[in-house]
């Protein structure tokens, strides 16, 4: 029997062609200058378990600012091997923060080497999106144009997507439908041009 999701969480997708852990690399949204510092400086990140993605054994991180970061938001230009990972509580996280009403709860704690930038970053070339979490690989964040090419579902959405970008057709990927009861995503829709 499959867990029911909550509400709050977003829905978990999964790489339908399956890649070793080592070729892996998971994208995060980092959307505050204190988790930067701490995956820059201390070299760790966290992720709650409960929000945990499937490929959270992905042998590289990368982060999604948002636009927190103000210039630097909305892209993806930050990544670092994966070193080493432990189940922690937030407790054990922020010993200062004892009495934080989430301090109990479990954590994975990703052990970082120093941070890398990637050149040039990866944005959303048409439409400003949101990540929580994305799982690509290695190869693919390597050849990426922009944050559409980091998708890796299924071969034949690669295949179309290929097909849009050499036939400049406007597309995106996994573009979530807003003001829906339950996640609704559109795996490939065509945004006409205006007047076009």
């Known amino acids: 029997m499959t867990p029911e999701r909550r509400q709050d969480t977003p829905p978990r997708r999964r790489m339908n062609y399956q890649v070793p852990a080592s070729r892996q690399l998971l994208v995060a949204v980092m959307n505050n200058g204190r988790d930067f510092a701490l995956a820059r400086d201390a070299h760790w990140y966290r992720i709650p378990v409960k929000h945990a993605p499937r490929a959270i054994n992905a042998a590289r991180l990368a982060f999604y600012q948002t636009g927190a970061f ?14 080493d990972r ?31 930038e990637r050149e040039p970053a990866l944005t959303f070339r048409r439409r400003g999106r949101r990540i929580v979490f994305l799982s690509t ?60």
């Not at 010993?95 to 941070?115: K, T, V, W």
């Open 70 to 83: 103000k210039q630097q938001g909305g892209a993806v230009r930050y990544f670092a091997d994966v070193r």
């Open 137 to 196: 690989t290695w190869n693919k964040f390597q050849h990426a144009r922009d944050i559409n090419d980091l998708f890796h579902d299924s071969p034949l959405e690669d295949a179309l997507w290929d097909v849009f970008r050499r036939e400049h057709i406007e597309a995106e990927r996994q573009f979530e439908l807003p003001f829906q009861e339950k996640p609704t995503f559109l795996i490939l829709p065509c945004f006409a041009r205006p007047g076009g």
């Open 86 to 116: 432990h189940l922690v509580t937030r407790r054990e996280l922020f010993p200062d923060q004892a009495n934080h009403p989430r301090a109990a709860e479990e954590y994975h704690r990703l052990a970082l080497g120093p941070l890398q």
